[in-house]
């Protein structure tokens, strides 16, 4: 079956340093790799899209200057939280796909960032 | 304005009810995505479903695309049922899930 994994699952940084997350897609073609993050009381927000060969897209409020993203191969993302502050605080979930929008979407289990 | 409304935001059930959530969409759907999230934070993906109904189990989703709306109806309760709801719009041109607030379902013994 279709799995997402995350690493790290938890993490703690102290406020003004940087923090690296992964994600590893088994058993497809991760295609297509979304960054959410969920905020204290608040819902999924997307941070990027990227898919393969194409270039990365942030919304608004997103930047590549904050959180660059590589996407290397079909298999593999990753993300960093540069310069973390208390606003980045939350759960970074990665999801992926065999193909863009139309199709299902997997998840991983997130990575928990707690910023001090 | 928001672009996904889900109802209600919070249910209470006693085991064997069954639960309909709810899942409003303010621009054209083009397919949508249920999720279960678990305490620790992960979504488990419950139906993908762009039209149509679905059903796994005591789980049944509804899209209904010119009405702009979509529903999960759990069926017979179980304690194990509780959790965060949520569903997501697929935009299928861009590949981006826009995703509802949520709906805390809490079902008692």
């Known amino acids: 079956g279709a799995l997402v994994y995350q690493y790290p699952r938890r993490t703690i940084c102290k406020s003004g340093t940087s923090m690296r997350m992964e994600c590893q897609a088994v058993g497809f073609q991760a295609t297509s790799v979304a960054w959410y993050r969920q905020s204290p009381q608040k819902t999924f927000e997307l941070i990027a899209l990227s898919t393969v060969n194409s270039a990365i897209k942030y919304e608004q409020n997103f930047t590549q200057e904050k959180f660059p993203i590589s996407h290397p191969n079909l298999s593999f993302s990753s993300m960093t939280v540069l310069n973390a502050y208390l606003e980045d605080r939350g759960l970074y979930l990665c999801?992926?796909?065999?193909?863009?929008?139309?199709?299902?979407?997997?998840f991983g289990p997130g990575t928990r960032l707690t910023v001090l | 304005g928001q672009q996904v409304q889900q109802s209600p935001t919070s249910l209470v059930l006693q085991e064997g009810e069954n639960a309909e959530l709810q899942c409003n969409f303010s621009?054209?759907?083009?397919?949508m995505q249920w999720f279960y999230q678990r305490p620790g934070g992960s979504l488990v993906s419950v139906f993908y479903?762009?039209?149509g109904t679905k059903q796994s189990g005591r789980l049944t989703s509804t899209t209904v695309i010119k009405e702009r709306r979509s529903s999960l109806h759990i069926s017979s309760s179980q304690i194990t049922d509780s959790g965060t709801y949520l569903c997501?719009?697929?935009?299928?041109?861009?590949?981006?899930?826009?995703f509802g607030d949520g709906t805390v379902l809490t079902v008692k013994p």
């Open positions: 479903n762009p039209s």
């Open positions: 999801g992926a796909r065999d193909q863009g929008g139309g199709y299902e979407q997997y």
């Open positions: 621009t054209s759907l083009n397919s």
């Open positions: 997501a719009m697929d935009n299928t041109n861009t590949g981006k899930l826009t």
